[in-house]
């Protein structure tokens, strides 16, 4: 496996470890807007989560479009390619929001000063809906939709995006009905972390498709011997994130 693909293969889990990661180091400052060590360590672990939940979504969409004996088109490859536009959107709002953060977290000297800063960069125009608002959390619904749409593919199987969607939904229940601070927070970014791992994975072999090296069962492999066969591995180990 090339480093590349190797490092798709991780996203699926380093990104929800990353997120969860996050929401335990903002536990000392009760998830409060307070400048500091947690605060920075916290935003930081976030940014590192988003930038392999970009890897991720990449990586999903290389799930869909990784068999060749059946190619994704028509209304299936809108839906696969739009669904990736949305996730790689919301995860550069949140990406943005996260640098943002971190450059107020610095200036700031006290928690009503970050607050400060923070309401005058909302008042810009578009910050406040795309930055901190649906665009962001477009992000979620997008790998939701992902995981439904490699499932109907059969790229990866029910229970990886049904485990996956149920981590989104509870997290955004929990969200917006107890709030950020809420141990369902953490339990949903538990759920969503076990669904993306699933997901990682593809299909088990003699279902269809592998476990998510990229290697296509269904394709015919050459008799024992034949030179051909450790091309097509080697073409076929690199698809994940095409």
């Given at each position: 496996?090339?480093?590349?693909?190797?490092?798709?293969?991780?996203?699926?889990?380093?990104?929800?470890?990353?997120?969860?990661?996050?929401?335990?180091?903002?536990?000392?400052?009760?998830?409060?807007?307070?400048?500091?060590?947690?605060?920075?360590?916290?935003?930081?672990?976030?940014?590192?989560?988003?930038?392999?939940?970009?890897?991720?979504?990449?990586?999903?969409?290389?799930?869909?479009m990784r068999d060749p004996s059946r190619p994704v088109t028509?209304?299936?490859?809108?839906?696969?390619?739009?669904?990736?536009?949305?996730?790689?959107?919301?995860?550069?709002?949140?990406?943005?929001?996260?640098?943002?953060?971190?450059?107020?977290?610095?200036?700031?000297?006290?928690?009503?000063?970050?607050?400060?800063?923070?309401?005058?960069?909302?008042?810009?125009?578009?910050?406040?809906?795309?930055?901190?608002?649906?665009?962001?959390?477009?992000?979620?619904?997008?790998?939701?939709?992902?995981?439904?749409?490699?499932?109907?593919?059969?790229?990866?199987?029910?229970?990886?995006?049904?485990?996956?969607?149920?981590?989104?939904?509870?997290?955004?229940?929990?969200?917006?009905?107890?709030?950020?601070?809420?141990?369902?927070?953490?339990?949903?970014?538990?759920?969503l972390w076990l669904g993306t791992l699933l997901l990682g994975?593809?299909?088990?072999?003699?279902?269809?498709?592998?476990?998510?090296?990229?290697?296509?069962?269904?394709?015919?492999?050459?008799?024992?011997?034949?030179?051909?066969?450790g091309a097509t591995t080697s073409r076929t180990s690199t698809?994940?994130?095409?």
């Amino acid at each position: 496996m090339n480093p590349a693909n190797r490092l798709a293969q991780i996203s699926f889990t380093a990104g929800p470890a990353a997120l969860l990661a996050g929401w335990f180091l903002m536990r000392p400052i009760h998830g409060g807007l307070e400048p500091g060590p947690w605060w920075t360590a916290a935003h930081l672990a976030w940014l590192a989560a988003f930038a392999m939940f970009g890897l991720m979504t990449l990586a999903m969409r290389g799930l869909a479009m990784r068999d060749p004996s059946r190619p994704v088109t028509g209304g299936r490859r809108v839906a696969v390619e739009s669904m990736t536009v949305l996730a790689l959107f919301g995860v550069a709002a949140n990406l943005a929001q996260l640098v943002i953060d971190l450059y107020t977290g610095f200036a700031a000297a006290d928690g009503e000063a970050l607050r400060g800063l923070l309401d005058d960069v909302k008042g810009f125009p578009g910050v406040e809906p795309v930055v901190y608002g649906p665009g962001a959390q477009l992000f979620y619904a997008a790998v939701l939709a992902q995981a439904v749409v490699l499932a109907v593919l059969r790229r990866v199987t029910p229970v990886s995006a049904a485990v996956t969607a149920g981590g989104v939904v509870l997290l955004a229940v929990a969200t917006f009905e107890a709030g950020r601070n809420s141990a369902l927070v953490a339990l949903g970014m538990a759920v969503l972390w076990l669904g993306t791992l699933l997901l990682g994975r593809g299909r088990p072999a003699g279902t269809g498709t592998d476990t998510g090296t990229g290697t296509d069962t269904g394709t015919a492999t050459p008799a024992p011997g034949s030179r051909g066969q450790g091309a097509t591995t080697s073409r076929t180990s690199t698809q994940l994130l095409r």
